[in-house]
């Protein structure tokens, strides 16, 4: 409650048009040991929940496609767990460094304090999306079963559950549609490395996967050949957005409504403007849109098309798809079959 009441604006030299930076209290308590499955989550960006928005969470206040589907009241309910992972985090790079072994002591003193009974009964891990290597999938397949090891080492006999990747496209129109978009190195559909490390997680990984939950074909990213869909949402300008190509501003008018935490695109031109919904007033064929992001200069007249991207990292062309945003998102966490928690120990 203290976070809560001291609640301030963000800090603006910490925010960026792609991840405004938000902080809060997060925590999900069970009491445990109570015959569910309790996985530990071992993931990077993708798994933990970068990309979605605060705003978009879930009623339990869920965010990213894994917690979300974690969280689902499904046939086999709820599942409890704890993420272990962060942005950035790749196999090489987890449990081998001191610094990379600080948060595994927290879990061993918890160990301890329970009396040696552990507060997980799976690993489920999630790695693999900053696992690619230039050196070849040989190097990329070492560092992805090593880390396994090392946990196997630190938790004997316990149960590792491998979770699939997404995809990995690129695009030059911003996701628009699926003939604008490509791969980027090791994303190639169907072989490219990353899905040759997807192929070998589910055939067991040399005995250290004891089951894989897939990802790609159930959420339909297959029958787009490892490209994104095209967006869920499109609609147009109602009032033409900015004045003269300088004055920056926060809000557009849209002929129909999106969703709060909607991620944003419009385009003018060789330009293209990116935002996040955090407010929307108004009435059918002119709802009034506040926006978050570094605040646009863009003159794009009344019938402009905005659209809802299901992914898009950054400004740069080709730009990568390596984060779902918020209602692609949603979409993996209700495609994936709720059976699959079977596979939890």
């Not at 962060?86 to 987890?94: T, V």
């Not at 590792?160 to 695009?171: D, E, F, K, R, T």
């Not at 990568?320 to 994936?336: D, E, F, L, Q, W």
């Amino acid at each position: 409650m203290a976070l809560i009441g001291s609640d301030t604006a963000s800090t603006a030299s910490l925010d960026s048009m792609s991840f405004p930076a938000y902080y809060g209290p997060d925590f999900m308590v069970a009491k445990g040991w109570d015959g569910r499955p309790v996985p530990l989550i071992v993931c990077d960006s993708i798994g933990e929940r970068q990309a979605d928005s605060p705003l978009a969470a879930d009623a339990r206040r869920n965010m990213g496609w894994l917690r979300r589907w974690l969280d689902r009241a499904g046939p086999l309910g709820r599942t409890p767990h704890a993420v272990i992972g962060l942005p950035g985090a790749a196999s090489k790079r987890e449990l081998i460094a001191a610094n990379a072994s600080r948060r595994w002591d927290i879990i061993d003193q918890i160990v301890a304090m329970n009396g040696g009974r552990r507060p997980f009964t799976c690993i489920l891990n999630q790695m693999g999306r900053n696992d690619y290597d230039s050196g070849g999938y040989a190097v990329m397949r070492a560092n992805w079963k090593a880390l396994n090891d090392r946990i196997l080492v630190r938790h004997p006999g316990t149960p590792i559950v491998a979770v699939g990747q997404v995809i990995h496209p690129n695009s030059t129109d911003g996701f628009r549609t699926l003939a604008g978009q490509g791969y980027q190195l090791g994303g190639e559909w169907p072989n490219g490395l990353r899905y040759q490390l997807e192929a070998d997680k589910a055939a067991g990984m040399d005995g250290t996967v004891a089951a894989y939950i897939e990802v790609v074909r159930p959420a339909g990213l297959s029958d787009t050949q490892g490209r994104w869909p095209e967006p869920f949402f499109v609609t147009q300008l109602a009032q033409q957005a900015g004045t003269d190509g300088t004055a920056t501003y926060d809000m557009i008018t849209l002929v129909d409504a999106p969703e709060i935490g909607d991620t944003l695109q419009w385009t003018s031109g060789a330009t293209a403007d990116i935002a996040t919904v955090v407010a929307i007033s108004g009435q059918p064929g002119a709802w009034s849109c506040r926006l978050h992001y570094a605040g646009s200069r863009t003159v794009a007249p009344a019938g402009t098309e905005v659209f809802a991207p299901n992914a898009n990292d950054g400004v740069n062309s080709p730009r990568t798809g390596t984060h779902p945003r918020p209602r692609m998102i949603r979409h993996i966490a209700a495609s994936v079959p709720q059976q699959d928690k079977a596979k939890l120990r």
